[in-house]
């Protein structure tokens, strides 16, 4: 499963976290005064209550063969389950399913001479069926179960990362929603399959599967395992016939309908198969095409063939989260639908590879208990990271590797957590930034600890031993184990399951007379919630252009390591792999800083220096480095450059703008072009200024016929700075597709610049957006409208009403209504300024009778507002939105 990207994605300028300072050493209470501020802002570790454990066995159910068609008008599922099990251990004589919504109409016994009719009780969402004897382990039994799934009679929520839990979705089934094709698809995690079939919907259940689809004609099906035949009906229905040989577990099972296009491809004999919107076939092999090399890759990589019949993706609308690995058969939200021009803005392929490795983690080798998820999810995450590594270079996968450390050291301020947990209040609350992100890089400092060969040995032998198997993290440990020969306690106690990071302090020294150079680092993290880490690491020292490789392994609160050297090093670089999961006060040198992005090897350290070196001061060296900054090989590098040579405008030997200029027309990367815009933007405001820049406003004109929509995101706001009327110019001249891909910026043109004409904008964009869209779209439309009159205000709360009842997600809801709040405030503030102004002017008359007026106008704005919001409350039941209320009356 990967999750929506707004939670994926954080800003990396909020999330630095990595300190420095420009003494070289500190003292010992300088450090404890430094850590006492840092655990001020640590999460505090969460009391649990309740143990999850895995679901204990009853039977082994072994094969689910499902026949469905469906009512689209009603939004039903018409389904016949033959379900084969035999008792676990213990002798049965009744069982449970889980089903949830379901009418049943019929159970019976579905044996060699017929079936015989069983008794049965349907309460709670569980089928309790009484068998006709007593059976033992060993014998099979065969229960047929006539029934109609609901789904859309359901009362469930979902969560953050997957927004519904239905089970079974009805997209457009009348047709009647313009621009939006008729589609069924499933979902099955974490336990939503019995939602539209019986089963035992758990992680650690095993079955093979066959499904026949019955469906108009017209339509495209797909399921697990391999199409094997179709039938053509009297009534101009067809019947496909899918059957997986292999087990998996219940909540992979799936299904989708509708007109597709279906692009073939090829790896080995294994038919690999892209399922997209008609407009999108020319596109598909470009989204998926490096699908066989990937299959490839992971297979040498691994020492594992992909061990399924087929390997299928498609692309669905309205998904309620952002993909999901299907046994053969993944699904992907439409956002990864692009044309060759959205295609230059982000690919989606590292969705595509994290998919694909589930197929071994996840898929072949399953978590037995949602405790366990991170064996799925942190290797699918660090799955991303070997693609990139093999196809990119390791710069390029660096780079999303610090983004995993980003996302989860900003996510762990709020939820300290460990990462194997088997006390979480709901089994939703696994999928975080901790299963994700902390496990993939807890993942990466194994293999670093022990080495490439070890690491993928011991994967091949984990994946051998436990396939079509349910695991917890023991086994990953005992793989590892078996290879190294280490007992690695103590590495998967301390990550795997313990809670928090290490923050640590790096301090130097030299004697010129022993010629020694000390290391010192101290763990200055609250040793009461987390205690010491042990972390053996690389260090290296680099003497006259020369560079020695140390290890040592840091154990205790503080520790210092001397190393003879034959000069004063120019650079000692601590974590030389820059493995670890950890926040770190490095007291390095500027000289050094210096030297490290100039020398040391990894982009990594580069990133480091260049985030060190903004906080000292301007000086020849520096102005040099991040100048050579802007002609970094890594895109990011060039990136983070433009951010940060505000300093250097003024200084003419360097001709800092005409260099921004450049990037921002013909640097190789988009991303590259759109900072340099908005920062070009940015650093010549001419409101800031006071004056336009003729050359400039020439630029973004040019920029907006860049193929990348980002680019010409960032231009057309750009241009609208300098002249805004010439910016709305060019907003009308945009054909439908350009407008359709610029909403977001267009209302960022109008937030800032349009009058009460622009407000019919918002509220058609809004339709035309996808929930996450949404989210953004609203933010903008709330600044829009704080500078509106009363009328238009009136207007734009109707649709904030609207998303803040009708939106899906409980998250999408909640900021909606801090938006209103927004509003609100804007209100409360004018009211006080005009308080104000009557008892300044309590003596005039005329002055206060216009100021009441106007005050009384507000009061009738808030009270319009307040009576908003007391309808959204009346409509609302979620509790995390409801505290919304609590807060607004403090």
């Not at 993909?323 to 690919?347: C, K, P, W």
């Not at 693609?387 to 270079?393: I, L, P, T």
């Not at 433009?642 to 991303?671: F, G, R, T, W």
Request: aromatic share 12%; charged share 30%; with cysteine.
């Amino acid at each position: 499963m990967r999750i929506a990207d707004i939670f994926c994605k954080v800003r990396v300028g909020l999330l630095i976290l990595i300190l420095a300072s420009c003494s070289s050493s500190k003292k010992a209470s300088e450090i404890a005064q430094a850590s006492i501020d840092l655990d001020s802002v640590q999460a505090q570790p969460t009391i649990y209550e309740k143990y999850n454990a895995a679901e204990t066995r009853i039977i082994d159910l072994i094969h689910t063969k499902l026949r469905v068609k469906f009512d689209l008008g009603k939004a039903h599922l018409l389904g016949q389950a033959t379900l084969t099990f035999e008792p676990y251990f213990y002798s049965i004589s009744s069982v449970d399913f889980d089903a949830k919504g379901f009418d049943i109409h019929e159970v019976a016994l579905d044996t060699k001479r017929g079936s015989e009719e069983l008794k049965y009780s349907y309460e709670d969402d569980v089928l309790s069926i009484e068998l006709d004897r007593q059976y033992s382990k060993g014998e099979r039994i065969s229960v047929f179960i006539d029934y109609t799934a609901k789904p859309n009679d359901l009362d469930v929520e979902g969560s953050s990362a997957i927004t519904d839990a239905k089970g079974l979705y009805f997209i457009n089934p009348d047709g009647k929603e313009e621009n939006k094709p008729t589609q069924i698809w499933t979902q099955g995690e974490t336990e939503s399959s019995s939602c539209w079939f019986p089963t035992i919907d758990v992680p650690n259940e095993r079955m093979t599967q066959e499904l026949y689809i019955t469906v108009d004609n017209k339509f495209i099906t797909l399921s697990n395992g391999t199409l094997q035949y179709s039938t053509l009906n009297e009534d101009n229905t067809r019947t496909d016939y899918w059957k997986q040989e292999l087990p998996h577990a219940p909540y992979l099972a799936m299904m989708a309908i509708g007109e597709f296009a279906i692009v073939k491809d090829q790896w080995r004999e294994i038919e690999v198969n892209y399922y997209v919107e008609q407009e999108y076939e020319k596109h598909a092999k470009m989204i998926f095409g490096n699908t066989p090399e990937m299959l490839q890759f992971y297979s040498d990589k691994l020492g594992v063939d992909y061990p399924w019949g087929k390997y299928a993706q498609i692309v669905v609308r309205d998904y309620i989260s952002g993909a999901m690995e299907n046994t053969s058969a993944v699904i992907h939200g439409e956002f990864l639908q692009r044309d060759d021009r959205e295609y230059l803005d982000d690919t989606n392929e590292d969705v595509i590879a994290h998919e694909l490795f589930h197929h071994w983690f996840g898929d072949l080798v399953t978590c037995e208990s949602w405790a366990n998820l991170p064996l799925n999810e942190s290797f699918a995450t660090y799955g991303e990271y070997l693609w990139n590594e093999y196809k990119y270079g390791r710069e390029e996968a660096d780079y999303y590797l610090q983004k995993d450390l980003d996302q989860y050291l900003w996510s762990a301020t709020k939820k300290n957590v460990d990462l194997i947990r088997f006390n979480y209040e709901d089994k939703e609350d696994m999928f975080d930034s901790h299963s994700y992100a902390k496990g993939g890089r807890v993942l990466h400092m194994l293999r670093k600890y022990v080495g490439d060969e070890a690491f993928f040995e011991s994967l091949r032998i984990y994946l051998e031993e436990n396939k079509f198997k349910s695991v917890e993290i023991h086994h990953l440990r005992l793989a590892f184990e078996k290879v190294t020969g280490e007992d690695l306690n103590w590495f998967f106690n301390q990550w795997f399951l313990s809670s928090g990071h290490p923050y640590l302090f790096i301090t130097y020294d030299y004697t010129d007379s022993i010629k020694t150079q000390t290391l010192t680092v101290s763990q200055a993290h609250d040793l009461k919630a987390t205690p010491l880490y042990s972390l053996p690491v690389t260090v290296d020292i680099y003497v006259n252009g020369k560079v020695r490789r140390e290890k040592i392994t840091v154990d205790s609160v503080r520790q210092t390591f001397k190393f003879k050297v034959e000069a004063k090093p120019d650079l000692v670089n601590f974590d030389a792999e820059k493995m670890l999961l950890c926040i770190k006060r490095d007291y390095k040198s500027k000289e050094a800083w210096i030297y490290q992005y100039h020398n040391a090897a990894l982009y990594l350290d580069r990133v480091e220096a260049l985030d060190q070196l903004k906080k000292f001061q301007d000086d020849g060296d520096l102005i040099t480095t991040f100048a050579d900054a802007l002609k970094d090989e890594h895109w990011n590098l060039r990136v983070k450059a433009i951010k940060n040579v505000k300093h250097l405008l003024s200084e003419p030997n360097y001709n800092i703008k005409d260099q921004l200029m450049e990037l921002a027309q013909n640097d190789v990367k988009s991303d590259v072009r759109a900072t340099a815009i908005l920062l070009l933007s940015n650093y010549y405001d001419p409101d800031s200024l006071g004056k336009k820049d003729p050359q400039l406003e020439s630029l973004y004109h040019s920029t907006l016929s860049d193929k990348s929509y980002v680019v010409i995101g960032e231009s057309i706001y750009a241009l609208a700075k300098e002249n805004h009327e010439a910016a709305f110019v060019e907003i009308d001249s945009f054909d439908e597709k350009t407008t359709e891909k610029l909403l977001i910026d267009i209302a960022r043109v109008f937030a800032s610049y349009g009058t009460n004409e622009q407000n019919s904008f918002f509220g058609e964009a809004y339709e035309k957006l996808n929930e996450y869209e949404k989210y953004s779209l609203l933010d903008i439309y709330s600044d829009y409208l704080i500078k509106q009159d009363d009328n238009t205000i009136n207007d734009g709360l109707e649709l904030f009403k609207d998303a803040a009842i009708n939106q899906d997600a409980w998250w999408a809801r909640l900021t909606t209504l801090y938006r209103i709040e927004k509003i609100l405030k804007m209100y409360s503030k004018r009211e006080r300024e005009v308080l104000d102004d009557i008892k300044v002017n309590k003596k005039n008359a005329s002055a206060l009778q216009v100021l009441e007026t106007k005050r009384k106008g507000i009061a009738a704005q808030k009270e319009n507002i307040n009576t908003a919001l007391a309808d959204i409350k009346e409509k609302e039941s979620d509790t995390k939105v409801l505290m919304f209320w609590d807060e607004l009356a403090q």
